[in-house]
């Protein structure tokens, strides 16, 4: 069964420092979302993206956040500069469709220090 | 402006019937249903688009009332594999989907 798979699993990174993280949505979806989790909360939009451009963007995700279509199978977000409260659980998701549901990723636990 | 589910928490007996509602104060396109289990990704069960209609996927179901800008999940015939944390996600016509806090739904045996 096709699935959104992330990368790295974990990452532990220092205040300031850039981090990217990268996924591979499943392969015949067109739609690419980056959403986060602080530990024992909901589930935050961050960004969509659409015909490699950004379609929807939160409050959240303001000038320190990038996202990147680099290749025909990579979507990538980019931190710069994190943060200590950047600490989150960061899930991709794709979907086909903009009207059907979106699947997502295991996600990346960052940590910043 | 984040949906409201409730319960925020329930607790029901293997082969129990459950409803989760979800609520916004925006008038909206679809809701999205998704299951997450603790430490892993959130899974999604269904989507309701805006028309007023009534999705099913097994033992789990969902309504979805336009104009009162509400929808609930029902679970019927509880399973031991129910149990996790179900959000709610709405969406107004963009991409951007607002989830809920979520409900906790554990089964015991």
């Known amino acids: 069964e096709p699935e959104v798979t992330q990368t790295p699993s974990h990452q532990v990174t220092q205040m300031g420092q850039e981090v990217i993280l990268r996924c591979v949505p499943i392969?015949?979806?067109?739609?690419f979302y980056w959403y986060r989790q602080i530990l024992g909360q909901k589930v935050e939009f961050l960004v969509s993206?659409?015909?490699?451009?950004?379609?929807?963007k939160s409050e959240i995700f303001d000038d320190q956040f990038s996202v990147e279509r680099p290749d025909g199978s990579n979507f990538t977000l980019k931190i710069r500069s994190t943060k200590l409260e950047d600490s989150a659980m960061y899930f991709c998701a794709s979907s086909e469709l903009r009207t059907m549901g979106a699947f997502f990723g295991q996600g990346t636990r960052l940590t910043v220090v | 402006q984040q949906p409201v589910q409730s319960p925020q928490a329930v607790i029901l007996r293997e082969g129990e019937d459950a409803v989760i509602n979800c609520s916004s104060s925006?008038?909206?396109?679809?809701v999205h249903w998704y299951r997450q289990k603790h430490g892993e990704a959130p899974v999604f069960l269904m989507i309701?688009?805006?028309?007023?209609e009534q999705k099913g996927h097994e033992k789990i179901s969902a309504s979805f009332n336009e104009k009162k800008q509400q929808s609930s999940l029902y679970l019927t015939a509880s399973q031991l594999s129910y149990s996790g944390t179900y959000f709610c996600?709405?969406?107004?016509?963009?991409?951007?989907?607002?989830f809920g806090t979520g409900t906790r739904l554990t089964i015991i045996p």
């Open positions: 996600g709405t969406a107004s016509g963009n991409e951007k989907l607002t």
């Open positions: 392969s015949n979806h067109l739609y």
């Open positions: 925006k008038a909206l396109y679809s």
């Open positions: 993206f659409y015909n490699n451009e950004i379609s929807e």
């Open positions: 309701l688009l805006k028309g007023g």
